[in-house]
Nanobody, 128 residues
Framework: QVQLVESGGGLVQAGGSLRLSCRTS????????TTWFRQAPGKEREFLAS????????YYAGSVKGRSTIARDNAKNTIDLQINSLKPEETAIYYC?????????????????????WGQGTQVTVSS
């Protein structure tokens, strides 16, 4: 059974930072590009950042580029996302997702429907 479990969410003040983690099990981790999304109440799920299966390529949304870092550890089957300078409007549930890419070396796409597996999400609340 495939599982993706996010952690690291919580309450943070505006301008602060968070490091989110996603632990995976039940899949051949190095066959999957992995990606972080978020979804605020009443809004569509938003792409944040993706990383290729081997970590050689990353892709960031403009909204977080320059103040976030995605990384993965293929030995531990984990994906992390560090976000700095958080704003109240970034309050949302943050999700990790995995897409089977076999031997391609690209990060995953920005469209949620392209992903095979999802975690349950972790709540991030940014106070003003």
């Amino acid at each position: 059974q495939v599982q993706l479990v996010e952690s690291g969410g919580g309450l943070v003040q505006a301008g602060g930072s968070l490091r989110l983690s996603c632990r995976t099990s039940g899949l051949t981790f190095n066959h999957y590009a992995t990606t972080w999304f978020r979804q605020a109440p009443g809004k569509e799920r938003e792409f944040l950042a993706s990383i290729s299966w081997d970590g050689s390529a990353t892709y960031y949304a403009g909204s977080v580029k320059g103040r976030s870092t995605i990384a993965r550890d293929n030995a531990k089957n984990t994906i992390d996302l560090q976000i700095n300078s958080l704003k109240p409007e970034e309050t949302a549930i943050y999700y990790c997702a995995a897409r089977n890419v076999q031997n391609t070396y690209s990060p995953g796409p920005s469209t949620p429907v392209a992903y095979d597996y999802w975690g349950q999400g972790t709540q991030v609340t940014v106070s003003s």
